[in-house]
């Protein structure tokens, strides 16, 4: 079953420091997403993204975070000076179709730690 | 826009049944279910669509009162494999359409003793 991919599975940064999240989501789905999850806690949406533009954002994707789809099949989350509460899971996700009558397909996920 | 999730946590005894709640403060479009083992990404479930609807996967099965509001996630006759925290998400209607992204509550952490 296609799946979606993300690297790395650990990120380690010092404060201050960009970071590039990567996903290859599966093929022929058309919206993208990334969530992020802090220990424990719950599942939170950062950004989707459909036909190359953004098409929502939240409040925690501020200025500090961009996306980009750069080919025809990575997706990457960019944050540009790290903060320590940046520390958390994220999660890339894929949907085929409209939300709702598409699953959400999560990767695996890339546990940044920001020291 | 957070949906409210209730029980926050619950123990069950293997065979035992479970309700988990989920209330949203918005008209919604569609509802769904996912579940997350520790350590692994939430999976899939299922959907629930605005006209109020019940669907079943196994012995999980899930309705939506699009009048309330509010899903419910029923699970019968409780397995061990069914451990793990369960995530409803909602798609709120904006401006007469779908929001076009899922928004999850905090999760209720299920766990199933033999």
């Known amino acids: 079953e296609p799946e979606v991919t993300q690297t790395p599975s650990h990120q380690v940064t010092q404060m201050g420091q960009e970071v590039i999240l990567r996903c290859v989501p599966i093929s022929n789905h058309l919206y993208f997403y990334w969530y992020r999850q802090i220990l424990g806690q719950k599942v939170e949406f950062l950004v989707s993204?459909?036909?190359?533009?953004?098409?929502?954002k939240s409040e925690i994707f501020d200025d500090q975070f961009s996306v980009e789809r750069p080919d025809g099949s990575n997706f990457t989350l960019k944050i540009r000076s790290t903060k320590l509460e940046d520390s958390a899971m994220y999660f890339c996700?894929?949907?085929?179709?409209?939300?709702?009558?598409?699953?959400?397909?999560f990767g695996n996920g890339t546990r940044l730690t920001v020291t | 826009q957070q949906p409210v999730q209730s029980p926050q946590a619950v123990i069950l005894r293997e065979g035992e049944d479970a309700v988990i709640n989920c209330s949203s403060s918005?008209?919604?479009?569609?509802v769904h279910w996912y579940r997350q083992k520790h350590g692994e990404a939430p999976v899939f479930l299922m959907i629930l669509l605005k006209g109020g609807e019940q669907k079943g996967h196994e012995k999980i099965s899930a309705s939506f009162n699009e009048k309330k509001q509010q899903s419910s996630l029923y699970l019968t006759a409780s397995q061990l494999s069914y451990s793990g925290t369960y995530f409803c998400g909602t798609e709120i209607i904006n401006y007469g359409g779908s929001q076009g992204n899922l928004i999850f509550g905090k999760g209720t952490k299920l766990s199933v003793k033999p």
């Open positions: 918005k008209a919604l479009y569609s």
């Open positions: 993204f459909y036909n190359n533009e953004i098409s929502e």
């Open positions: 996700a894929s949907m085929r179709g409209k939300v709702w009558n598409s699953p959400l397909h």
